[in-house]
C-alpha cells in the first residue's frame, strides 16, 4: 500500500496536471477551433508525443501482460501488425488530412460525398463513434484503473472510478485539446519512466534473480518467442500471417485506422501545416511500436515466474473480485512490489497513462457531438461560446457514461480489443481507397457500417467459436475472416449498384485534398472537357508520388520493426544481432529523411 511519501508524489502530479488545465483553459474557451483542434497551430514533436501518449492507456500494459502470459510474447503480433496501417498514414494519408482543413474526420463525408447519405453518415457516425464505441474504449481504460486502484491502493471499484475521472474531466473541460496535449507530454515522460522502472523492479525480485535467469528460466522457453513456432500452423498462420496479409488494411480499429482517423486524425488537422502532421504521426509510430512495449513484456515474463497462474494471485490478493481476476490484472500484481517513494511513482504514472487516454477521448468524443451533430443537425447557428459549453457538458457525460461500463459490464481488456476488432472488420479497405478512387460513394460506407455491425453481433453472440474453425485457424481469427469476407462482398456490390457522388462534389474534393492518381482519371478528364481545372498549379507537371510514398511505407515498417526487435535482442542479452538490427533502422532512417524531402509536402 501507499505510503505518505507516495501520496504526496501523487498529489503533487494532480498539482501540475490540473494547472496545466486551467493555464490552457485561458485561450480554450475563444472557440470551437481552439478547444478541438488547440487554434491549428500545434508542432510535429508535441503532437507525436500526444499521440503516443494516448495509446499509452492505464490498460495497455495489462492487455500485453495478459496477451504474454495466455500465449506468449508472439501475440503481439495482434497490435504489432498495425504498424503497417500507421506507416501508410505517415507517408499517403497525413498530407491530405492536413490539405481537407476540416474540424474532425466525420467533416470529411460531406466534403467527399453528397446528398441526404452523406448527413446521415455524418450524424450517425458522430453518434455512434462518439458515444457508443468511445465510452467502450474509456471503459477498458477505466477496467483497469480499478483493477490497479484495487491492487495497489486496497480502494473500491467506485472509488478508482470516480478519484480517476474527477481530475481528467476538469483539465478536459477546462483547456480543450490544447491542454490535453500538454498534458500528454507531461504524463508521457512519468509514464515511460515508470514503466521502465517497473521492469528493473521486476527482474529483481528473489523468485527471478536477474534477467539472464529469467530468460533461462525452463518455465518461459515458449513463452519468450518473438516469432510464433513456424512449425506449428495453427499458431504462426494466426498470430503472424493473418494480422500482417489481412488485418492492418481490412480492420478498422480505434488508433490504428487505414488511412488514419479518430483521435490521429484530429492530432494531424490541429498541425501548423503538411509536414507537421507527417512527422508527428512518424514520430508517433517510432515511439509507439519500438520503444514501448518490451518495459511491459519483461514484467508480463517475471509475472509468470512469480504467479505462474491465477491461483497463486488470488492467494495473495484475495480481496480482488472474481470477475477481475484475469490474466490481465498481473501486471499491478506485480507492480505492488515496489517499495515507498518508487511505488508512489509509479502509481502517478499509471494514472498519467489513464488520463492522457481518457482525457483524449473525451475532447475527440466531444468533438464528434459538438460538430458533426449538435452544429450539424441540432442547432445550426449556434456561437462559438454556446458550442464549448456543449463540449464541455460532453466531456463530463461521456465519463459518467464509461464510468457505468466498466463498473457493471467490462471484465477484461481483451474482451473489448476483440469486440472491437471484430465490430470494424471489412471497412478498413474503404478508408483506404476512399482518398483515389472516385466511384466510392456514402452507400459505400453506409452499407459497410450496416454489415460489420450486424456481422459482429450474430458472429459474437449466436456463433461459438468451436463452430467456425477453418483450416488452422482458432475461433475468433475464422469469424474475422468471415467478417471481413461479407463486409468487403456487401460494399463492393453496393458501390457498383448505387450512383457516384455528383460531379461538382468530386471535383471540389480533388481541388481541396490534391490526392492524384489513375482513380481520379475520369473525374479530371471530365472536368477539363468542361472547360474546368481541377488540378492544382503546385501539381502542375509533379510525378504522382504514390510509388515513392508506397516505398517509404515499406522501409518505414521495417525500420521501426527493427528497432523493435533491435531493443528485444539487447533485452534477450543477444548484442551482436541487436547491434545489426540498430545497423538496419539507421540505415532506414536516414533513407526516410532524404526521401521526406522529395514528397510534395506544402512548407
Known sequence: MLQTIDWMIVAAFFVVVIGIGWVASKTAGKDTTEFFLGGRGMPWWLLGISMVACTFSADTPNLVTGMVREDGVAKNWAWWAFLITGMVTVFIYAKLWRRSNIMTDLEYYELRYSGKAASFLRGFRALYLGIFFNT??????????????????????????????????????????????????????????????????????????????????????EKIRVLPDFSNPSVWVTL????????????????????????????????????????????????????????????????????PDLESIRAQFPDIAETYLKDDIAYPVMLSKLGPGWLGLVTASIIAAYMSTIGTHLNWGSSYVVNDFYRRFVKPGAPEKELVKVGRITTVSLMVIAGLLALFFLNNATQAFDVLLLSGAGTGAIYLLRWFWWRINAWTEIAAMISATLSAIVLVFFVPDSSIMFWVLDGFTSKLLVAVLITTVVWIVTTYLTASETKETLRTFYRKTRPGGPGWKKVVEEAKADGETVIDGRDEGRKWEMPLQVLCVFIGAISIYSSLFSIGSFVYAKPWLGALLGLIAIAGTIFLFKAFGKLNADK
Request: charged share 10%; net charge positive.
Open 240 to 307: 503472424l500471417l493473418i494480422p500482417i496479409a489481412v488485418q492492418w488494411w481490412a480492420v478498422w480499429y480505434p488508433g490504428a485506422e487505414p488511412g488514419g482517423g479518430g483521435y490521429i486524425a484530429q492530432r494531424m488537422l490541429s498541425a501548423k501545416n503538411e509536414k507537421n502532421a507527417i512527422g508527428a504521426t512518424l514520430l508517433f509510430n517510432f515511439a509507439h511500436y519500438a520503444l514501448r512495449p518490451w518495459p511491459w513484456i519483461v514484467v508480463a515474463l517475471a509475472s509468470i515466474i512469480i504467479y
Open 136 to 221: 467502450l474504449i474509456m471503459g477498458t481504460v477505466t477496467l483497469a484503473a480499478i483493477k490497479i486502484g484495487g491492487v495497489m491502493l486496497g480502494i473500491k471499484p467506485w472509488q478508482a472510478v470516480v478519484g480517476g475521472s474527477v481530475v481528467v474531466m476538469m483539465y478536459a473541460s477546462l483547456g480543450g485539446l490544447k491542454g490535453v496535449i500538454w498534458a500528454d507530454f507531461f504524463q508521457y515522460s512519468i509514464a515511460m519512466f515508470g514503466a521502465v522502472l517497473a521492469a528493473v523492479v521486476a527482474v529483481k525480485q528473489p523468485e527471478v534473480n536477474g534477467l539472464e535467469n529469467l530468460l533461462s528460466n525452463p518455465a518461459l522457453q
